[in-house]
């Protein structure tokens, strides 16, 4: 599949909400092992934000030819860690621009097991380089075996279990991967 990566930009807003709206939704017949069904998660008001910010990126087909484009898969990509990672026992020390810390990477359902996270994943460390990061950094919730499995077979680090809490949610135990680059 011909897949280009971009940052999102405004005219890309209602596409990436719907494509976060049909994982969410594709998570409430599923398995939810994210639990963002149930945590409602991502909003269409976080994915403006992340937008307006110039955070969101997009897997996008057939870039160049505007009737067939279609928004395969998205992920945030910025330097805000939570808090709980400052106490991270991480492979190398790196100031706060030096990371790129990976949030809500997703597949629209219709493009599932076609590479399409893979891409992102590689994308995205192509991206770190770019900006002359030093290392890759997420987290991923415990219950999420199929990222966990993704960002593994990527080359990042499973530093196992952490205490990990975001406002909105009383989900608090994931796993923290690092990739050195």
């Known amino acids: 599949m011909d897949l280009s990566f971009s940052r999102a930009g405004p005219a890309d807003v209602e596409a990436v909400q719907t494509v ?6 594709h998570l409430a017949v ?21 937008v307006r910010a110039g955070d969101l990126y997009v ?22 860690a939570p808090e ?10 790196a100031g706060t621009e030096e990371v790129l810390v990976v949030h ?10 076609r590479g399409v996270a893979s891409f992102l994943v590689e994308a995205s460390l192509d991206l770190a380089r770019q900006k002359g990061c030093r290392t890759v950094r997420l987290d991923a919730y415990v219950e999420n075996l199929p990222a966990r499995e993704l960002y593994t077979r990527h080359g990042f680090t499973d530093l196992g279990v952490h205490t990990v809490r975001y406002e909105g949610t009383d989900l608090s135990r994931f796993h923290l991967f690092e990739r050195v680059l």
């Open 20 to 25: 976060y709206r049909q994982i969410i939704d």
């Open 30 to 50: 599923t398995v939810d092992f994210p639990h963002w069904h149930t945590e409602n998660h991502p909003t269409p008001h976080q994915v403006e934000q992340w």
């Open 104 to 113: 809500v990477l997703g597949v629209a359902p219709d493009f599932l097991r």
């Open 59 to 80: 897997a996008v087909t057939q870039r160049g030819d505007p009737a067939a484009e279609r928004v395969a898969g998205a992920v945030v990509l910025d330097h805000q």
């Open 84 to 93: 709980a990672y400052g106490a991270a026992p991480w492979a190398i020390e």
